[in-house]
């Protein structure tokens, strides 16, 4: 008998407000989503809490021998100063305020993000999804075609 079939997982489910037996939709696969970062700062041990919880819940079902795969993107765009509907941008107002482009506020925090999640030895292979500026940038340049 694997490891799978004598460790039965119950998550709580907010839709129902049950706990619930875990059961994936392909067997032996788990496909996780974590919203990643907003990189506009250098990260803090409350910003990490997350991502070293999920880093938990990866490493069981793995230790259980489920294939997982594991998502996160980087928030780079749309996160408006106070968590309002108005207001600045906080990537374009902290690169106002040091005076370089977003893109370059971007990476710098994204690079930082990583280093401090390889400190604390995070699950390292992440399928990331590709930053929004990043994208709007490359469907800016390929409109000049």
């Not at 930053?131 to 409109?143: A, H, I, N, Q």
Request: overall charge neutral; proline content about 3%.
């Amino acid at each position: 008998m694997s490891k799978i079939d004598q460790n039965d997982i119950y998550i709580y489910n907010s839709l129902t407000g049950l706990k619930e037996k875990f059961e994936p939709l392909n067997p032996q696969n788990v496909g996780i989503y974590v919203c990643g970062p907003t990189v506009y700062s250098f990260v803090h041990l409350g910003n990490c809490r997350t991502f070293l919880s999920f880093d938990t819940i990866i490493r069981y079902f793995k230790f259980l021998g489920y294939n997982v795969r594991y998502v996160r993107n980087i928030t780079d765009a749309g996160h408006l100063e106070n968590d309002s509907d108005e207001g600045e941008d906080k990537i374009s107002k902290k690169a106002r305020l040091e005076q370089v482009e977003p893109m370059e506020i971007v990476q710098k925090y994204t690079v930082d993000f990583h280093n401090v999640m390889q400190s604390f030895n995070a699950f390292l292979r992440v399928l990331s999804q590709l930053p929004l500026v990043t994208l709007l940038s490359k469907l800016k340049w390929f409109k000049q075609f």
